[in-house]
């Protein structure tokens, strides 16, 4: 067995899954690290665990992840290294994620070797990416979200903070006649989210990635107005983005919001509605809500899905 190296790093309980991941992809990215995963401690505190088959370099961690504590501002935590006792860490650590159904979506790693269940979509996600796996309430509700819409069929889609771009994906296996731009501030992420699209074998003709902040790209402008926009971010951006997103969205398009603590719905959605759109549906997953909407003038909606 090859020695394995533990980096343990927690986070604030309440950044979300878009700040947290960001944190998560400097290790698996980045500083190359065999496994990844996150969980909550007891405390409610983000804990991500990196496995490497090599001694890295703390003080290259803190330097590579200094960027992100000013932009959460949070204070900095040291980074704790350790080895572990010769075990074969790095297959248990796979299993600890077993395939994760969510209606009609079936989410699996590469360690998974089971077929996809009749009639599932499968999503591929590679096993050392722990977020935008689906195991978020944040990206379960979106996925649910995006199944309640399934009548709608969207042609043109934009997934904002696109990720790992489980949800860009999951748009391309639901409405096959689809077109999706996937952007992302972070070219890290744009990178994660180009590995994932060649994994699931989508054409990039019909998933096109961006790096983009907001509509900075000329890619997510140019392809507007769009039939559907995700946005699984932070609550405040969402906020502050509500004027230049309404405008790129079709008359009778719909907004899937995510990543917003249930004590921040009043807020994000006080900043829509003052764009003329209005609530169709609210997906309230623990301490999480996801909120779908459309334009006010969109007329009658499409009956709900409520499948598992």
Same mark, same amino acid.
């Given at each position: 067995?090859?020695?394995?190296?533990?980096?343990?790093?927690?986070?604030?309980?309440?950044?979300?899954?878009?700040?947290?991941?960001?944190?998560?992809?400097?290790?698996?990215?980045?500083?190359?690290?065999?496994?990844?995963?996150?969980?909550?401690?007891?405390?409610?505190?983000?804990?991500?665990?990196?496995?490497?088959?090599?001694?890295?370099?703390?003080?290259?961690?803190?330097?590579?992840?200094?960027?992100?504590?000013?932009?959460?501002?949070?204070?900095?935590?040291?980074?704790?290294?350790?080895?572990?006792?010769?075990?074969?860490?790095?297959?248990?650590?796979?299993?600890?994620?077993?395939?994760?159904?969510?209606?009609?979506?079936?989410?699996?790693?590469?360690?998974?070797? #089971? =077929?996809?269940? %009749?009639?599932? +979509?499968?999503? $591929?996600?590679?096993?050392?990416?722990?977020?935008?796996?689906? *195991?978020?309430?944040?990206?379960?509700?979106?996925?649910?979200?995006?199944?309640?819409?399934?009548?709608?069929?969207?042609?043109?889609?934009?997934?904002?903070?696109?990720?790992?771009?489980?949800?860009?994906?999951?748009?391309?296996?639901?409405?096959?006649?689809?077109?999706?731009?996937?952007?992302?501030?972070?070219?890290?992420?744009?990178?994660?989210?180009?590995?994932?699209?060649?994994?699931?074998?989508?054409?990039?003709?019909?998933?096109?990635?961006?790096?983009?902040?907001?509509?900075?790209?000329?890619?997510?402008?140019?392809?507007?107005?769009?039939?559907?926009?995700?946005?699984?971010?932070?609550?405040?951006?969402?906020?502050?983005? #509500? =004027?230049?997103? %309404?405008?790129? +969205?079709?008359? $009778?398009?719909?907004?899937?919001?995510?990543?917003?603590?249930? *004590?921040?719905?009043?807020?994000?959605?006080?900043?829509?509605?003052?764009?003329?759109?209005?609530?169709?549906?609210?997906?309230?997953?623990?301490?999480?809500?996801?909120?779908?909407?459309?334009?006010?003038?969109?007329?009658?909606?499409?009956?709900?899905?409520?499948?598992?």
């Amino acid at each position: 067995m090859t020695e394995t190296q533990s980096a343990l790093l927690t986070l604030p309980s309440h950044l979300n899954e878009g700040a947290v991941s960001r944190f998560e992809i400097v290790f698996s990215e980045l500083l190359d690290s065999a496994s990844t995963s996150c969980r909550r401690d007891n405390q409610g505190n983000w804990q991500i665990e990196a496995l490497f088959t090599y001694i890295p370099d703390a003080g290259l961690i803190d330097q590579l992840i200094a960027p992100l504590y000013r932009q959460e501002q949070i204070k900095a935590v040291p980074i704790n290294v350790n080895a572990l006792e010769k075990r074969d860490w790095l297959t248990e650590n796979r299993a600890a994620f077993p395939p994760l159904r969510i209606g009609r979506f079936w989410v699996y790693g590469s360690h998974i070797k #089971a =077929r996809c269940p %009749v009639a599932s +979509l499968p999503l $591929h996600i590679d096993a050392a990416m722990a977020f935008g796996s689906g *195991t978020h309430p944040t990206t379960e509700g979106c996925l649910r979200g995006i199944q309640m819409i399934r009548q709608a069929a969207p042609r043109q889609i934009l997934d904002m903070g696109c990720g790992s771009a489980i949800l860009a994906m999951a748009v391309a296996r639901l409405w096959p006649s689809s077109c999706i731009i996937a952007a992302d501030y972070d070219p890290v992420a744009v990178r994660v989210a180009s590995k994932n699209r060649a994994l699931n074998r989508i054409a990039p003709a019909r998933m096109r990635l961006a790096v983009s902040r907001g509509f900075g790209s000329r890619t997510v402008r140019n392809n507007a107005p769009y039939g559907l926009v995700l946005a699984n971010i932070l609550a405040r951006p969402l906020a502050c983005m #509500a =004027r230049s997103l %309404v405008p790129r +969205l079709q008359a $009778h398009g719909w907004l899937i919001l995510s990543g917003i603590l249930s *004590t921040q719905v009043v807020s994000v959605e006080a900043a829509y509605r003052a764009q003329n759109m209005r609530v169709w549906h609210r997906l309230c997953i623990g301490d999480w809500t996801t909120i779908i909407m459309r334009p006010a003038g969109a007329g009658t909606m499409p009956q709900l899905w409520r499948g598992r």
